[in-house]
């Protein structure tokens, strides 16, 4: 079964520069904890404010890296992340409701309008101890 995520669980992109791992910040607003840590919800997902950079971007759609590909001869040459993440979290838990939304788990995916669907997944959820369908 699923894990709840909470704040402090570790985030991966695909297209971020190795490692491409961040931390999701969850702030206090639901006012409901798991692990000691503010619980998240799939409306977790705002640039900076939830999910912050990732070092570096070698997306082939985000337009940065194709311009400054270009510019080096076609050497890839890696850019600043700037997530673009416009959508919630997907699927969430559709049973389990935190602040009137799914409560975000550890199998759901979000997409970075700068990369593909399901981009940036989680690996770690911040805690081990509360399981959600």
Not at 13 to 27: D, H, R, S
Not at 106 to 133: D, H, R, Y
């Amino acid at each position: 079964m699923p894990m709840h995520v909470c704040n402090g669980a570790t985030l991966k992109c695909m297209f971020a520069v190795p490692p491409g791992i961040t931390t999701l910040i969850v702030l206090p607003q639901n006012r409901v904890m798991t692990g000691n840590q503010p619980a998240a919800n799939i409306m977790d997902h705002k640039p900076i404010v939830n999910i912050p950079s990732f070092g570096m971007c070698i997306s082939p759609t985000n337009p940065a890296f194709v311009s400054a590909t270009a510019a080096a001869m076609g050497t890839p040459t890696p850019v600043p992340c700037v997530p673009a993440t416009p959508a919630p979290w997907m699927p969430g838990s559709p049973t389990v409701l935190l602040g009137n939304m799914p409560a975000l788990n550890n199998t759901s995916v979000l997409a970075c309008a700068l990369g593909t669907p399901g981009c940036i997944t989680i690996l770690m959820p911040g805690q081990f101890t509360e399981q959600i369908p």
